[in-house]
């Protein structure tokens, strides 16, 4: 039996959202993840303490080195990951910078500047959106965690950023569990 992969699971589901803007080629998709721990705190992790990932997840995240800024999500801070994604043994080097912060709507935008990614596409942009769950009961609470990448490719024959939707889809289930311990 074939192995389907996160992001088939997600487009079975309807949880993926694939989008092509204009004519110009760049493509968008999206995933959005339910979880039982608060926004604020899987926002702030992400906000002020996103350099911790290398040793929550030191099988995806293997180094992080600050290029410019403190380390903490602020627009202009750059930063410098050595990872693997899921399935892949390969360490790859991506550099981005923080491109906006919206605090009142738990947003945060990253654009990949520098690295392996930029071997295959033009731009690559992540925004992730993080908002309360909207529930009567506090049994019920938490939060929805929204990725949006929105990707040029080089070409046509580069793939879709499949491996990159599976990453942040895991990392975003796991850490909803780890931020409830």
Same mark, same amino acid.
């Given at each position: 039996?074939?192995?389907i992969?996160?992001?088939?699971?997600?487009?079975?589901?309807g949880?993926?959202?694939?989008?092509?803007? #204009?004519?110009?080629?760049?493509? #968008?998709?999206?995933?959005?993840?339910?979880?039982?721990?608060?926004?604020?705190?899987?926002?702030?992790?992400?906000?002020?303490?996103?350099?911790?990932?290398?040793?929550?997840?030191?099988?995806?995240?293997?180094?992080?080195?600050?290029?410019?800024?403190? #380390?903490?999500?602020?627009? #202009?801070?750059?930063?410098?990951?050595r990872?693997?994604?899921?399935g892949?043994?390969?360490?790859?080097?991506?550099?981005?910078?923080?491109?906006?912060?919206?605090?009142?709507?738990?947003s *945060?935008?990253f654009?990949?500047?520098?690295g392996?990614?930029?071997?295959q596409?033009?731009?690559?942009d992540?925004?992730?959106?993080?908002?309360?769950?909207?529930?009567?009961?506090?049994?019920?609470?938490?939060?929805?965690?929204k990725?949006?990448?929105?990707?040029?490719?080089?070409?046509?024959?580069?793939?879709?950023?499949?491996?990159? *939707?599976?990453?942040?889809?895991?990392?975003?289930?796991?850490?909803?569990?780890?931020?409830?311990?």
């Amino acid at each position: 039996m074939a192995k389907i992969s996160m992001v088939q699971t997600f487009v079975r589901l309807g949880l993926l959202t694939l989008v092509l803007i #204009g004519m110009s080629q760049i493509v #968008g998709a999206q995933v959005e993840t339910e979880l039982k721990c608060s926004a604020d705190k899987f926002y702030n992790l992400f906000r002020h303490d996103m350099m911790h990932l290398t040793t929550i997840f030191p099988q995806f995240y293997k180094s992080v080195k600050i290029v410019k800024g403190d #380390g903490k999500s602020s627009v #202009g801070n750059i930063r410098e990951w050595r990872y693997v994604t899921p399935g892949s043994s390969k360490v790859t080097m991506a550099k981005e910078i923080v491109k906006s912060v919206d605090e009142d709507n738990r947003s *945060i935008t990253f654009s990949v500047v520098g690295g392996d990614l930029l071997t295959q596409y033009k731009s690559f942009d992540v925004t992730m959106t993080v908002t309360p769950k909207d529930v009567d009961s506090i049994e019920e609470s938490g939060s929805k965690v929204k990725w949006w990448i929105q990707y040029e490719k080089r070409t046509e024959d580069v793939p879709s950023p499949d491996a990159y *939707i599976d990453l942040v889809a895991h990392v975003t289930k796991e850490l909803g569990h780890y931020l409830l311990q």
